[in-house]
């Protein structure tokens, strides 16, 4: 219904956010996701992943993985 709109909130958030988004999303469209990105403050990291995000750690971990880890480490410090 567009009544919770995470684009209405994201700005106000100060911690750091890990985007994750399959281009070809049937639920979420892929330029929705961008259009998140680009409203959210830093520090933010955005992925394309060919599958799900729990597909992208389970199955593609070593490719995604340590992006975020170290996503993780410079912005938790």
């Given at each position: 219904s567009g009544?919770?709109?995470p684009s209405d909130h994201i700005g106000s958030l100060d911690c750091p956010?890990?985007?994750l988004h399959v281009p070809g999303d049937p639920i979420v469209p892929y330029a929705q996701g961008r259009l998140l990105y680009e409203a959210a403050?830093?520090?933010k990291e955005f992925r394309d992943?060919?599958?799900g995000h729990i597909e992208a750690?389970?199955?593609f971990r070593k490719t995604y993985g340590p992006p975020?880890?170290?996503f993780l480490?410079?912005?938790l410090k």
């Open positions: 009544r919770h709109s956010k890990f985007f403050p830093g520090p992943v060919p599958a750690f389970a199955y975020l880890l170290q480490d410079g912005a």
